[in-house]
């Protein structure tokens, strides 16, 4: 490691905006990675600090101390405190914090330095950092701090302010003791009046050592309301502190009156305007007054006067400030942005903002070395800033690619740059003017990021790689336009690539980390070696026409290693890789015959050197330009030199935290002495020098050997390409981008450079154009281009002879349609195979399919037994048959074994109490005992059940308490079980009632379907089609149809398996043959049927189908042509015809009377069930009153349970709470004495020290008895005197009484005195005539006084602030034993409350229908205008009351029997006279019955005239037959005819059909085209119906929801007032007491 030298570190780049302090008037501080950086604002100079630690953590200065303070990331952290300029460590605090410290504060009062720590401890700790001590600290207090600040006017005063919360802590002291003590402010809620509010801090007097009153006093939040957020907070000179909110609120907050006013509310209407959208993110006082700034670019300064706030000036800035600090002399306002930019203000030069570092902020990807003399290098940030620097870190231009980018390499051979970008491109830059770079070609490579890019060491060629496996090649001089010459494929994503040019055989050798496919981590084991030689490049034939490099130019072989490496680099004939698994740095020794070694075959390689890495990975590696040494980075942050030929030694230098990433890269500068590293997630960019120990110089004489033999090759290359590079435009043919540095001091804003119209990764999301093609993608579109204009004629013609083939296979699919499929089975095996992946897949849905049913069936089984079958009693309901209404039953749950086990308990314990009730009264006589019993059992009754209607409804528990007996928990617990049985015995008595009636309505039903099947037979008969009223049971009345499936509910055929087919069609071949069998045999039945129709009797039914035959001349002859005797059987056709129509209307109304006697019979049943239906509704609301009488008693037991169990908490809490208080007071008590003693002695330590003092002033004059009496006195008055400069510190520090207090500054004060004290002791302040020794004296004694003087001063301010800390503390004694009584009183208070609900019993009265409740509040009535009777004769007037009550009810129930009997006489006469209209309508309807012509027949004719007549009529009738049948005959004849000419026709269709069958597919492809084409114009049209569509049905929406918002209104006001009528109608109970 000597042999090399040492890392030191240059400058450091970068902004992270953590925090930023003054270390004095002129300078600031910031951290940067693991740095410190210092800015001086006047000369722009900057200087680093390396932390002494792993990294820099939270950072704070102090600039009138120039002290700086930062802590250190990593494992128990410590606080490093420094001195400026010096950079000296002052001291190394280590406290407890275990992870690290989330915020640092100085004091300007002294030496003292608060902090916070982190997860877990969370512990605000105060430090004097001068002696490496903390005074206080105060566990689990800073869980949600974000920053510290102390009152710069009192030390003793630390404000923590976190995300939601605001605390003052106030140091308290006496002596050397020191306490925190907290006081939260609870900042206003955001829907609060937010005027001057009233106190809202809680100031806790409690300091208690356990960790639970610690909690709870800082922790303890009495309100859940949102309240405002603080964000920055700002002390004072009045020691108050101004807080600004997130949500537009600034705030004033006193500390010492515990009171918050809101100063600025943007919710107002009076509110500025153009402080409303301001978040106060930013305050700062200064002499002008306040200085805010918010989210918004824009800076006010507020002049507040009370409550009123003037904007007296703005700023606007370019960016959006974050963070404001003053100087240490108040003149310079110091602003910093997240973006990295830091202005100042400095109101007394200007008004003006100047802005003084433009550095950006964000993280690095890369930095590269620019090849020229000027010293510069590039470097590229991840959001797309490229940024050229100065030797000395000074930025001289910046550029905004605006695109993301990914990877930078610099060419040695031209000033330019190659950037890669995420979206595949890379870009060029021209750098020759390094104050304008300039975009000057691009080409787009891959559709990923570009992850390396990498020129050969001559500056030849330029190769990338991305996640795709190409590797492309290009060429890297101007003068070729950066052409691309080809690629080539790699077996897996690419992890490293590296370049050597070996310039005597003309050949690059590039080596290629590559993962394999299956490969997931970010590391491989297959290393890829490519030579390609430059002569073959330039040859026509170098790549195919697709752009792959060939053979001959490129050779390759490929080499395995044991292990993943993570990073390799190519030496001179090694390979230098890291091992992330092994976490070690491995050296391979490559084949010296690579010639011979094919493409394919693979070399094992073993390394030959193995030494230990980095303690964190993954690391990657470089090799410096001269492969004389190697660096390696890693997420450790440590950069790592060793040289190649021993890799054992190595320097090291910690250049970036571990914490955030750790080093993202490395590069080496030409001379290979300066070193640039980027950090990963630090935002840092780190320039070291290696420095060299040997005094030879041999390092720089290699790098500088290197330089010189490679510098005439690359100059003339430089002459011969850089011209040609300045020539070329700028990308796009747009003017030149870039910014001009006008001066060397001042940093150049950056200018920008819009790449996002070619890059796919910033197009905007609304409109996004198609992916630019890539050059791979280009070159196939040329050469698929290419080939279409060479063999575009052939093309034509396959076409052509593709379109026959086509038309020829269609034809044979149409005639393959009509072959059968077997003629299709070609490929038998193919047939198989396809079946068996059919079946495998059947088989795969089926069983899913099954699983699927078998996951409903369970959870069916699940719901159904949970909420099915655990119900004792269904839930069901009863309808009405014609009205609404509608009953339900009580569904119940099969009582569990605890619950009658709950019952059996309270009834036993019922019954002890009892049968102890009845031992304890004494023995009765029998006749008096039985008496009392009955009495006493009725009276127990009424008033055990008083407040429900259970007991008038019959169902009860004898062992229900009286309501006026509950006097214990336990008693009411058990008064709830047995009211719970109450409600289930109701229950399960109205259910029985209900299933009663259910039943009832079942039978109905089955008797309606009779009636109504009845009904439709004899509607039948009269061919009439009626709807009938048939009911039926819904699912509400019958709940198990919804577990059944009919078949008729499954649309979807029932899919049978081909065993179940077949046991299908089995079966109905057997019921096809049995009832073949069964016709064989009903020849008997066949012979009525064929001979009577069925039947073997002419019943009464069939006269509706008799008809009587037309005679047969009407048919074949016209009116006129009948004879006499034609027309007299016509007459008797028409009479026989109008008797037979007779007879079929006395039987249709004979039927239709039955007809309506079964309808009015259902409806009659159908009345009678809805008045039982009606009667069990009104006991349903009967027993709904009761059970919920005895729930509402039920709650009122209930609450009073959980009010006695609250308070049973309660109690039990405040004895807990007083258990704590007493020990806390016990505690205070033990420090009260403690201090009262140190109190104590101290007094008598300052009373001696006063005494002795006392005692030089009278010993003074015996001191100085040599000395004549005159010039003793002159010398008193010489004693008494004293410096000036004591009394004016004395009347300047009068208003800052806290800067006195401080230890720290007793010493100085003491020195300057004495310091005076030396011009008094001069010799020319001795009187004349004095000796010199005696003034030498005198000065002495003089000096000695004054000590003592000052060391009583000293006394008295410790003792008077030793008393104020005793009185405090017994402050908090006091306080502690008020808090105890208030404890103690509560508890009492509790106790009687207790009682009082236990002795006060909820009582439920029942009041009759129209009484109301009276106030007891006023029972004393006026008695002046009573007259006063005998009780004998208010008595006796009651019974002649009651008497003529009697007599009257009496003649009244006599009337009422009269009046009845008069309407039952009524009635008869009315029934007797509709009885007699009956009669005497049967009577005339007897008188006017006729008799047929049949029946006069056969009563007037003989036998045989009636045979004879019979016979004619049979022989007309078969005359009729006859002619109907010659009739059908004809019909039969014009039918056929009829169906030959259709089936005619339909051959005729049938040709057609097939004519337009074979112009169909050139129709369809017409009607397609024609679709295409209309759809194309159409889509608009379409579209904008289409909107004006949705339009109308949001606008109608929006109709509707007004409409239902209105009409809920009207339903919600008419509900109130329905509330209102209710509750005046409702009868109250008021202070009903019981005695």
């Not at 964000?231 to 004072?236: D, L, S």
């Not at 007299?1128 to 009377?1153: A, F, G, H, M, Q």
Request: with cysteine.
């Amino acid at each position: 490691m000597d042999d090399i030298g040492r890392l030191e570190v240059r400058w450091v780049q970068g902004f992270s905006n953590n925090n930023i302090e003054f270390v004095d008037k002129k300078t600031v501080c910031y951290t940067c990675g693991s740095h410190v950086c210092f800015l001086d604002l006047e000369t722009k100079t900057q200087s680093i600090f390396q932390s002494p630690g792993r990294g820099v953590g939270a950072l704070t200065a102090n600039g009138k101390s120039g002290i700086f303070a930062f802590s250190e990331q990593k494992l128990s952290p410590s606080i490093f405190v420094h001195m400026f300029p010096q950079l000296y460590l002052k001291n190394e605090l280590k406290g407890t914090a275990q992870l690290d410290y989330t915020s640092l504060t100085l004091s300007d009062g002294g030496p003292y330095l608060g902090c916070c720590s982190s997860l877990p401890d969370h512990t605000i700790t105060v430090w004097n950092w001068e002696t490496a001590e903390p005074i206080c600290e105060q566990p689990h207090a800073g869980q949600d701090v974000v920053s510290l600040a102390f009152n710069p006017l009192n030390w003793l005063q630390l404000c923590a302010l976190g995300t939601a919360s605001l605390t003052v802590w106030n140091i308290e002291k006496s002596a050397s003791f020191h306490v925190l003590k907290p006081s939260v402010i609870e900042l206003p809620a955001t829907d609060a009046p937010l005027e001057k509010l009233a106190p809202t801090c809680q100031k806790y007097f409690a300091q208690s050592t356990t960790s639970e009153l610690k909690a709870e006093s800082i922790v303890t939040k009495h309100c859940t309301r949102a309240r405002l957020t603080p964000c920055a907070i700002c002390w004072t000179a009045t020691s108050e502190l101004y807080v600004g909110c997130e949500e537009g609120f600034l705030l004033l907050v006193d500390p010492e009156e515990l009171s918050v006013s809101v100063l600025f509310n943007p919710t107002i209407a009076e509110a500025n305007p153009k402080l409303k959208n301001n978040s106060f993110q930013a305050l700062s006082l200064n002499k002008n007054g306040l200085i805010v700034t918010g989210k918004e670019s824009v800076m006010h300064s507020l002049q507040i006067k009370g409550s009123q706030i003037d904007i007296t000036q703005t700023w606007h800035l370019d960016r959006p400030v974050t963070t404001m600090k003053n100087s240490p002399d108040n003149n310079t306002l110091l602003l910093s942005s997240k973006t990295g930019q830091i202005y100042t203000l400095n109101l007394t030069q200007s008004d003006k903002i100047v802005k003084v570092l433009d550095i950006l902020s964000g993280n690095f990807v890369a930095a590269a070395f620019l090849h020229t003399d000027k010293n510069i290098f590039v470097s590229l940030r991840d959001s797309g800033e490229l940024q050229l620097w100065s030797s000395e870190g000074i930025c001289l231009s910046s550029l905004s690619l605006q695109a993301e980018a990914t990877s930078l390499a610099c060419c040695p051979i031209a000033c330019y740059a190659a950037v890669g970008t995420s979206s595949g491109k890379v870009l060029f830059f021209d750098l020759n003017k390094e104050h304008q770079p300039r975009l000057v070609h691009q080409v787009h490579l891959y559709h990923t990021s570009v992850d390396h890019l990498v020129f050969d060491q001559d500056g030849q060629y330029l190769l990338t790689s991305s996640s795709h496996s190409h590797i492309y090649v290009l060429n890297a001089k101007p003068s070729n336009m950066f052409s691309v010459i080809g690629y080539t494929d790699v077996p897996g994503r690419i992890l490293s690539l590296s370049t050597q040019s070996i310039r005597d055989s003309d050949e690059v050798k590039v080596l290629a980390l590559c993962a394999e496919q299956e490969d997931q981590d970010l590391d491989g084991s297959l290393l890829l070696v490519l030579n390609l030689s430059a002569t073959n490049l330039t040859a026509p034939n170098c790549v195919d026409r697709y752009g792959r490099l060939a053979a001959h130019v490129l050779k390759e072989f490929r080499c395995k290693v044991p292990h993943p490496l993570q990073s390799c680099v190519l030496g001179v004939s090694d390979i230098f890789a890291y091992c992330h698994r092994n976490k070690t740095i491995q050296r391979f020794q490559l084949p010296e015959d690579t010639g011979s070694l094919s493409g394919q075959q693979v070399v094992e390689l073993e390394p030959e050197q193995e030494v230990r890495g980095h303690p964190l990975g993954p690391a990657s590696l470089v090799l410096s330009p001269h492969y004389l040494w190697l660096a390696s980075v890693g997420r450790d942050g440590l950069l790592r030199i060793r040289e190649t030929a021993s890799m054992e030694r190595y320097i090291e230098l910690q250049c970036h935290s571990w914490r955030l990433g750790g080093v993202r890269g490395v590069s080496f500068s030409t001379d290979c002495l300066t070193i640039h590293t980027v950090g990963f997630g630090d935002g840092s960019l780190v320039c070291t020098d290696l420095r060299n120990k040997h005094a030879d110089g041999s390092m720089v004489n290699d790098a500088t050997e290197l330089s010189e033999s490679m510098a005439p090759f690359l100059n003339n290359l430089f002459n011969a390409e850089n011209p040609i590079l300045t020539d070329l435009p700028v990308w796009g043919h747009g003017p030149p981008v870039g910014t001009e540095k006008t001066e060397k001091s001042k940093v150049s804003v950056g200018a920008s450079v819009d790449v996002t119209e070619q890059d796919e990764s910033y197009n905007s999301l609304l409109s996004a154009p198609p992916p630019q093609p890539t050059w791979l993608e280009s070159r196939q579109e040329e050469v698929v281009k290419e080939d279409n204009e060479q063999y575009s004629e052939t093309k034509k013609k396959l076409r052509e002879t593709i379109k026959e083939l086509r038309d020829s296979m269609q034809e044979m699919m149409r005639e393959n349609d009509k072959l059968p499929e077997q003629h299709f089975n070609l490929d038998v095996e193919e047939q198989r195979r396809l079946e068996a992946m059919v079946e495998q897949e059947v088989a795969r849905v089926r069983a899913e399919i099954e699983w699927d049913i078998i996951e409903k069936c369970y959870l069916r089984d699940v719901l159904k037994r949970e909420c099915w079958d655990s119900v004792k009693v269904k839930g069901r309901t009863i309808k009405g048959f014609h009205s609404e209404l509608e009953v339900q039953n009580f569904p119940l749950k099969e009582r569990t074994e605890k619950e009658l086990e709950n019952l059996s308990r309270a009834e036993n314990a019922r019954r002890f109490e009892k049968a102890a009730f009845t031992l304890s009264n004494p023995k009765k006589s029998p006749n008096t005992e039985e008496e009392e019993q009955r009495v006493e059992g009725h009276e127990a009754e009424c008033t055990a059940l008083t407040g429900s209607f259970s007991t008038h409804l019959g169902y009860s528990n004898p062992y229900v308490y009286d309501q006026f007996s509950l006097q214990t928990t336990e008693q009411r617990i058990n008064q709830i079980i047995l009211l719970q049985d109450v409600i289930y015995r109701i229950k399960t008595a109205f259910n029985a009632d209900f299933d009663a009636l259910h039943r009832q309505k079942t039978q109905e039903i089955e008797h309606v379907r009779d009636r109504n099947r009845h009904i439709r037979n004899l509607m039948l008969e009269l061919d009439m089609d009626e709807e009938l009223w048939e009911p039926s049971l819904t699912t509400s009345e019958w709940p198990e149809k919804l577990l059944t499936v009919d078949d008729s509910e499954i649309k979807a055929e029932k899919y049978l398996s081909p065993k179940q087919r077949e046991k299908e069609e089995e079966r109905k071949r057997l019921e096809e043959q049995s009832q073949l069998a069964a016709q064989s045999n009903q020849s008997r039945e066949r012979g009525v049927d064929d001979m009577m129709e069925g039947v073997l009797e002419v019943k009464k039914e069939d006269i509706l189908k008799m008809e009587i035959p037309l005679p047969e001349f009407v048919l074949t002859k016209p009116d006129i042509q009948w004879s006499e005797e034609e027309k007299k059987v016509y007459k008797e056709y028409e009479n026989k015809t109008n008797d037979l129509t007779e007879e079929k209307e006395k039987y249709r109304k004979s039927l239709e009377i039955e007809i309506q006697k079964l309808q009015e019979s259902t409806k009659e049943v159908a009345e009678k069930f809805d008045e039982s239906l009606s009667k069990l509704f009104e006991k349903k609301i009967k027993c709904t009153v009761a059970i919920y009488q005895e729930e509402l008693k039920i709650t009122y037991l209930a609450d009073a349970v959980t009010e006695e169990e609250e308070m049973r908490n309660r109690e039990l809490e405040l004895k807990l709470k007083l258990e704590k208080m007493l020990a806390y007071k016990d505690e205070i008590t033990e420090e009260v004495k403690k201090h009262a003693e140190e109190v104590e002695l101290f007094h008598e330590a300052y009373d001696t020290l006063v005494a002795e003092d006392k005692v030089l002033d009278k010993d003074f004059r015996k001191d100085f008895f040599d000395v004549p009496k005159m010039m003793v006195d002159h010398l008193y008055k010489l004693f008494k005197r004293r410096p000036r400069v004591q009394k004016m510190r004395t009347q300047s520090d009068s208003s800052s009484r806290e800067l006195r207090l401080s230890g720290s500054l007793a010493p100085v004060a003491l020195a300057r005195i004495l310091a005076a004290m030396e011009d008094l002791d001069a010799p020319e302040n001795m009187p004349e005539g004095l000796n010199q020794t005696i003034w030498e004296r005198f000065c002495f004694f003089r000096r000695t006084k004054v000590e003592s003087e000052q060391k009583i001063k000293l006394k008295a301010l410790s003792l008077a602030e030793m008393q104020a800390f005793l009185q405090r503390r017994k402050d908090e004694e006091n306080a502690a034993k008020q808090e105890i009584k208030n404890i103690s009183e509560e508890l009492e208070s509790l106790h009687k409350e207790r009682n009082h609900l236990l002795m006060d019993t909820m009582v439920q009265l029942i009041l009759k229908q129209g009484q109301v409740e009276v106030s007891t509040a006023d029972l004393c009535a006026d008695d002046t205008n009573f007259n006063l009777y005998h009780r004998s004769v208010v008595d006796d007037l009651r019974s002649v009351i009651r008497m003529l009550a009697e007599q009257k009810i009496a003649s009244m129930v006599e009337r009422k029997e009269v009046r009845k009997g008069m309407i039952q006489l009524e009635w008869e006469h009315k029934v007797m006279k509709k009885q007699i209209e009956d009669l005497n309508d049967k009577a005339r309807d007897i008188k006017m019955l006729r008799l047929s012509e049949e029946q006069q027949d056969m009563t007037h004719l003989s036998k045989t005239d009636y045979d004879s007549h019979m016979s004619n009529k049979v022989s007309s009738l078969e005359k009729s037959i006859a002619l109907m049948t010659k009739t059908h005959l004809h019909t039969v004849q014009q039918r056929i005819k009829k169906t030959e000419q259709i089936n005619r026709q339909a051959a005729t269709k049938a040709a057609n059909n097939a004519l337009l069958e074979q112009q169909l597919p050139g129709i369809q492809v017409t009607v397609a085209e024609l679709k295409h084409i209309f759809e194309a114009t159409a889509s608009e049209e379409n579209e904008a119906a289409k909107t004006e569509e949705r339009y109308q049905e949001i606008v109608q929406k929006s109709d509707l929801e007004d409409l239902a918002r209105a009409q809920g209104e009207d339903l919600d006001a008419l509900w109130r007032e329905v509330e209102r009528l209710t509750r005046r109608n409702f009868p109250s109970l008021d202070q009903l007491k019981h005695t």
